[in-house]
Nanobody, 128 residues
């Protein structure tokens, strides 16, 4: 059974850095897109970064471009390196896997209904 487990969230001051990790297990397919989403209370879940397994191509939402980096390793662990964090980055961050045909690109960040596999989320708080 496919499982996704996120870790690495926490409290960090503005300008600081965090690395989120999403460990996958029971992965039944090789062709997928992995996406980090985030959500704050009262708002819709927002896709921030995605990576395609077939090419390691990536795509970012504009608000994090140049500050966040998504990557993955040979064990299909997905990472999100977050630098120059801002208070508006505060959210619960979720890792999700979807069909490889989605990305990398804008569709991978917006087609939330296409994702069947989600982690439990990890809280990131950016505050002084």
């Amino acid at each position: 059974q496919l499982q996704l487990v996120e870790s690495g969230g926490g409290l960090v001051p503005p300008g600081g850095s965090l690395t989120l990790t999403c460990v996958t297990s029971g992965l039944p397919f090789d062709y997928y897109v992995a996406t980090w989403f985030r959500q704050t209370p009262g708002k819709e879940r927002e896709g921030v970064a995605c990576i395609a397994s077939i090419s390691d191509g990536t795509f970012y939402t504009e608000s994090v471009r140049g500050r966040f980096t998504i990557s993955r390793d040979a064990k299909d662990t997905i990472y999100l390196q977050m630098n120059s964090l801002k208070p508006e980055d505060t959210a619960v961050y979720y890792c999700a896997l979807g069909p490889g045909a989605l990305g990398p690109g804008p569709s991978a960040l917006t087609s939330i209904s296409e994702y069947d596999h989600w982690g439990q989320g990890t809280q990131v708080t950016v505050s002084s």
